[in-house]
């Protein structure tokens, strides 16, 4: 799954060819690609024709459009979608599922997705915490850590009073957003903490090293495009980051730790994998 670094990165794609301009029109080839649209193909449609982008925000791995009517398009990226935007003569990918022209007669806007999980839908818009408007589907989304309004002590405080392992409160989008499977393991390598230690046990340094860590290797990827294992994690324009060459941990199993030299692991976690290095980040204690 596309994490913050990823889907920022296509949010500043998208914010940079798309706003300000008013979309003309819209087809969908795949109904299951607004699926989130309860009311349905006809009327996604009906809502976006003749709509301004004013603005693509995010909100950890959460993206949407923001429309001058006081909606937004929430876009879901899911395992495999892209949004890219593309000439108008471009030939059509073979996953296009959802196409908006503009009147300038510019580049278009296809939503893309191979596996048909992620999606568009249309949502009003409400008030945060601090007086932004973000979609209703939002609203229990935590700040991330690259938010101006992110507070690190809400955080600290947060993740202390957790009952749970370290690694499962940081991928918790209602604690902090953005981070995922991949940034998570990396944080978890550079703060040398287990990913199954007890929250309970963290102290506030523990708390506050991991919070650094997981906001600069974020930062770190997302100067790098973001991470790219495969054909399907691209910008707007159809292109790849390269941050995968800097990972620490994640997807490193059998390769020497870059600190101590001792051979990454990969173990099972929640139907998932978690990479660690056994010297630096060793098994806490059960007593």
Request: charged share 25%; glycine share 6%; hydrophobic share 35%.
């Amino acid at each position: 799954m596309p994490e913050l670094p990823e889907v920022e990165v296509v949010r500043r794609g998208i914010d940079k060819w798309v706003s300000g301009r008013t979309i003309e029109t819209t087809k969908v080839l795949h109904s299951r690609a607004v699926r989130n649209h309860i009311a349905g193909s006809k009327d996604f449609i009906k809502r976006l024709n003749g709509r301004t982008v004013t603005s693509v925000n995010r909100r950890g791995k959460f993206m949407w459009l923001s429309l001058d009517d006081d909606h937004a398009l929430v876009t879901h990226l899911g395992m495999s979608g892209q949004v890219l935007v593309q000439p108008l003569d471009a030939d059509p990918e073979k996953h296009l599922r959802v196409r908006c022209t503009f009147t300038d007669n510019g580049r278009a806007m296809h939503f893309v997705d191979q596996r048909t999980f992620g999606g568009m839908a249309i949502e009003e818009m409400v008030d945060d915490v601090a007086g932004r408007l973000i979609p209703e589907s939002v609203q229990h989304i935590a700040l991330d850590p690259l938010d101006e309004y992110f507070d690190p002590e809400t955080f600290i405080s947060g993740i202390r009073k957790k009952n749970t392992q370290v690694k499962r409160a940081i991928l918790d989008q209602t604690l902090i957003s953005g981070i995922g499977n991949i940034y998570a393991d990396e944080a978890l390598w550079r703060s040398k903490i287990h990913w199954a230690t007890p929250t309970q046990r963290l102290t506030r340094t523990q708390a506050a090293t991991l919070l650094k860590h997981a906001t600069e290797v974020m930062t770190q990827a997302l100067s790098q495009g973001g991470t790219s294992f495969d054909a399907l994690y691209v910008n707007v324009n159809g292109e790849s980051g390269y941050f995968s060459q800097e990972l620490n941990a994640y997807g490193r199993e059998d390769e020497p730790c870059d600190r101590c030299g001792s051979i990454i692991v990969r173990e099972a976690f929640a139907n998932r994998s978690s990479f660690r290095c056994p010297r630096c980040q060793r098994k806490p204690r059960t007593n």
